[in-house]
C-alpha cells in the first residue's frame, strides 16, 4: 500500500519536533502539523519564558538582599527593574529557540504544514487549513498534541483580572496582589517570579496539603519553608514578601 508519508506527526512541540528529528534519522519521510507555534507549549507558553522570568526576577531578589549581601561584604545602592525589559528578554529567547527549531525541520526536510490535524480513519489524517480540509495518509500517526490550562468550572477568563498561566508569562503589568489557584510546579514558579517582583501572593490549593504532585521531603524540605497555611482559610497559603 503507498502512503504520502511514512509518519506524520500531529503537534510541533518539543515532543513532535524531537520525533521528526529520530524519524529522519531512521529514513522516514516525515510531516509534522501544527496549528499554533513552532515548539508548543513548552517553548511559547511554558519552560523557556518562564525559566528566563524566573532568572530575571531572582536577581532583582539577590540584590535587593541588602543585609545578607553586607555579610559578604558588598554593598549595592537602590535596585530598580524595567518590567518590560525582563518581558521582552523572555520574549526574544523564545523567538529565538522557536526560530531555531524551525530552521532544523526546513534543514532535514520534514514537511511543516499549518493546520488543526485530526485522526479521520485508519492511517488516515484530516487538516483544516487555512485553504480548506487536507487529507494526508501516513503508514504511522504519532500524536504529540501537547497542552493547555486547565480553568477550573464558574470561573470567567477576561485577559485582565482573572487570566491563565498563558497570559502571565507575558508579564503585561504586576498588581499588587495576586491569587494563583493551584501549587503544583506552574503555580509555584509564577508565585516566584511576581513575588520576586514585588507582588503580594495567595496561593490556594483544593487539596489538604501545598504542592500535591511533589514528593513530600521536597514540599517539606527548607526551600519550601516561605509557604505558610493561612490559619483561616485550610485551603489557602500566602507567600510571604520578604
Given at each position: 500500500m503507498s502512503f504520502d508519508y511514512d509518519l506524520v506527526?500531529?503537534?510541533?512541540?518539543?515532543?513532535?519536533?524531537?520525533?521528526?528529528?529520530?524519524?529522519?534519522?531512521?529514513?522516514l519521510k516525515t510531516?509534522?502539523?501544527?496549528?499554533?507555534?513552532?515548539?508548543?507549549?513548552?517553548?511559547?507558553?511554558?519552560?523557556?519564558?518562564?525559566?528566563?522570568?524566573?532568572?530575571?526576577?531572582?536577581?532583582?531578589?539577590?540584590?535587593?538582599?541588602a543585609q545578607h549581601l553586607a555579610a559578604l561584604g558588598i554593598q549595592v545602592g537602590s535596585v530598580g527593574f524595567d518590567r518590560q525589559a525582563i518581558a521582552d528578554h523572555a520574549l526574544n529567547l523564545v523567538n529565538k529557540i522557536r526560530g531555531?527549531?524551525?530552521?532544523?525541520?526546513?534543514?532535514?526536510k520534514v514537511d511543516t504544514i499549518r493546520?488543526?490535524?485530526?485522526?479521520?480513519?485508519?492511517?488516515?489524517?484530516?487538516?483544516?487549513?487555512?485553504?480548506?480540509?487536507?487529507?494526508?495518509?501516513?503508514?504511522?500517526?504519532?500524536?504529540?498534541?501537547?497542552?493547555?490550562?486547565?480553568?477550573?468550572?464558574?470561573?470567567?477568563?477576561?485577559?485582565?483580572?482573572?487570566?491563565?498561566?498563558?497570559d502571565a508569562i507575558k508579564l503585561e503589568f504586576l498588581p499588587d496582589w495576586v491569587a494563583i489557584i493551584g501549587s503544583g510546579y506552574i503555580g509555584l514558579e509564577f508565585s516566584d517570579i511576581y513575588a520576586a517582583l514585588g507582588c503580594e501572593i495567595t496561593m490556594i490549593e483544593a487539596l489538604d496539603t501545598l504542592m500535591p504532585g511533589f514528593?513530600?521531603?521536597i514540599a517539606n524540605s527548607p526551600s519550601a519553608?516561605?509557604?505558610?497555611?493561612?490559619t483561616l482559610k485550610p485551603t489557602v497559603a500566602c507567600w510571604r514578601k520578604k
Open positions: 506527526i500531529i503537534g510541533a512541540g518539543v515532543g513532535g519536533h524531537g520525533a521528526a528529528l529520530h524519524a529522519v534519522e531512521c529514513g510531516a509534522i502539523v501544527e496549528a499554533a507555534d513552532m515548539g508548543g507549549t513548552c517553548v511559547n507558553r511554558g519552560c523557556i519564558p518562564s525559566k528566563a522570568l524566573l532568572a530575571a526576577s531572582g536577581r532583582v531578589r539577590e540584590l535587593r538582599q531555531d527549531l524551525t530552521n532544523s525541520l526546513k534543514r532535514l493546520g488543526w490535524g485530526r485522526l479521520a480513519g485508519p492511517q488516515k489524517v484530516s487538516i483544516q487549513t487555512e485553504a480548506g480540509e487536507q487529507i494526508l495518509t501516513a503508514r504511522d500517526v504519532m500524536l504529540s498534541t501537547g497542552s493547555v490550562p486547565f480553568v477550573p468550572p464558574g470561573i470567567e477568563i477576561d485577559g485582565k483580572t482573572v487570566f491563565t498561566s498563558d514528593d513530600p521531603e519553608c516561605c509557604l505558610t497555611r493561612a
